[in-house]
């Protein structure tokens, strides 16, 4: 029998996932949520037709000016990708991700179906990355989690909860009645 890797340096396997199965599963969901938006954050900034181009793109939804916009979509994918990945401040962290989501969940995918692959992007992916956010947000980092060693497990629970909903959902409503003019769509009388 092959041993496992906690055997071999002496922990007992069972009793290691009893007492870390969440903190391992927050890891894990931190990681890849915190990676996903790193990497649109750098998408954003500097793939495609980098800053310039997102800003355009922006415009298109009717979010002006498109250049802000780019730029702080992009920092708060960037800045809330690493701090989910490092678990530190963890529900500010998942409040960029639901307030970056809720603006392109209403701005972008809301009218093109719930499927990703249908024509204009479908509304599942942002939804997943809400919820994902908000899960993130009240639960907390779990203790394998820089949150943990700074004494901040505490902003977890109904005050994660109220971050969340107060920086993220919000602050995505301040920013769409503020900038957000959606295009007017020609009629097919004209």
Excluded: C, Q
């Excluded at 793939?47 to 780019?70: D, N, Q, V, Y």
């Excluded at 678990?87 to 009218?111: C, D, E, K, Q, S």
């Excluded at 919000?170 to 009388?189: I, M, N, Q």
Aim: glycine share 18%.
């Amino acid at each position: 029998m092959i041993a496992s890797p906690l055997s071999a340096i002496g922990l007992n396997e069972g009793t290691f996932m009893e007492s870390h199965a969440s903190d391992v599963a927050l890891l894990l969901l931190r990681v890849t949520a915190g990676g996903i938006f790193l990497a649109h954050g750098f998408n954003h900034v500097f793939g495609g037709g980098k800053i310039a181009g997102t800003g355009r793109w922006f415009e298109s939804l009717g979010m002006r000016p498109g250049w802000l916009h780019a730029w702080t979509a992009s920092l708060t994918e960037i800045g809330a990708g690493f701090l989910l990945i490092a678990g530190l401040l963890t529900p500010f962290a998942a409040a960029g991700v639901v307030g970056v989501m809720l603006v392109a969940w209403i701005t972008n995918h809301r009218g093109n179906g719930f499927f990703i692959f249908r024509p204009g992007e479908g509304w599942e992916y942002v939804m997943t990355l809400t919820v994902v956010g908000v899960v993130i947000g009240i639960l907390g980092p779990g203790r394998w989690s820089l949150d943990d060693v700074a004494g901040l497990l505490g902003l977890g629970g109904w005050t994660g909860w109220w971050i969340v909903l107060a920086l993220g959902g919000g602050g995505a409503a301040l920013l769409l009645a503020g900038f957000w003019r959606p295009p007017v769509k020609a009629s097919a009388a004209e």
